[in-house]
């Protein structure tokens, strides 16, 4: 979806014409244009074949409800999407920002697959409304985005502002239910301080020292600990807004009682109060051992009895192979970090 292309169909016709053609959009998820009997025929026949509105998805859907899409972007390229049911009627869409990823962790199933091209805006919206076309007739809507499906949302920054901007303004999600996870960007992570939306902000730090994180996360060599979490204490004193700090637990590598107490200290020496830690167990992608579920309850409980709020995340969709970590399209091999273009 091109929203310019869009812009330009309807720049001849008047002005009003664009903001009935955004509420068919983004307020009706309409799946024809010719749904929308406001526009002349001509007009609507025009829009069907330039400006064409069913995303190219094959959906999986798994026991608990979860539904993954891959989608076939119009160069052929592929990205997967993931809708997530809550019991207490949330519906949380998963958005890939990137088709592939250039940032290289090595726990990361996407990852591994190296780095393809940026998504742009209507590519990212364009999730979202494949699955509130699905949901429209269970009149239930999506109400929360994260941006942790493929890719690294600050590196393609400007199109993922674009688009939490559509998804917010047009589509009429709050601003605070939508969140933008980063390995660690702190360029990104400085834009975003700046930015007058409330989004929320979460951090892949996933271990408390430069030598620990150094061996699983590439970005790390530029962008290490100290400066990342002073960054992100500066980002919280500024907006005062609390803040998630992921922390992957991988078996043997960073989650052993002594890390947990080390982690505690320096989250609460740099980031004050403000934040939540929440612990992922690692979905398996054949590098590490999963952490065992002992390990995982004394992590968490060495957090909070140093004072520390901790969530656990739910692993939805594993069937589907749509958990977070493991969106990768077999076969697809793009560009390694170091040679991908750095699109900060
Ligand atoms: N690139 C961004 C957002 C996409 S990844 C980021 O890294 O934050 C979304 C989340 O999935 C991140 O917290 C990431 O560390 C986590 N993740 C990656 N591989 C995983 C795995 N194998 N098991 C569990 N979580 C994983
Ligand atoms: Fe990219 Fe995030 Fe995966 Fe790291 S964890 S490779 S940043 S998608």
Known sequence: MDLQKLESI???????????????????????????TVFSKPLRDRLEKEFP????????????????????????????????????????????????????????ATGDMGFFRNLSAGEIVEQVLLFERILKPEEERVTNIVFMGMGEPLYNYAEVMKAVNILNKDVG???????????????????????????????????????????????????????????????????????????LLIGELNNSPETAKELADVLKRELGHLFVVNVIPYNPTGRFTPPSKESVNKFKDILEKNGVTVTQRYTFGQEVEGACGQLAIKGAKGVSKGRARDSR
């Open 10 to 36: 309807l720049s001849a016709e008047p002005k009003f014409r664009l903001k009935q053609a955004y509420e068919a959009l983004f307020k009706n998820f309409i799946q024809s244009w010719q749904d929308v």
């Open 173 to 247: 999600i709050a601003a605070r239910h939508i969140s933008v996870s980063t390995c660690g960007i702190i360029k990104g992570i400085l834009k975003l301080t700046d930015e007058p939306l409330q989004i929320n902000l979460a951090i892949s730090l996933h271990a408390p020292t430069n030598e620990m994180r150094d061996k699983i996360m590439p970005v790390n060599k530029s962008d290490p600990v100290e400066l990342l979490l002073k960054t992100v204490g500066d980002y919280i004193k500024k907006t005062n807004r609390k803040v998630m700090i992921e922390y």
């Open 53 to 108: 509105l069913s995303v190219n998805a094959k959906i999986s859907k798994s026991i608990d409800g979860t539904m993954k899409g891959l989608v076939t972007l119009h160069d052929g390229r592929l990205i997967e999407t993931v809708l997530m049911r809550h019991k207490d009627n949330r519906n949380t869409v998963c958005v890939s920002s990137q088709a592939g990823c250039p940032m290289g962790c090595a726990f990361c």
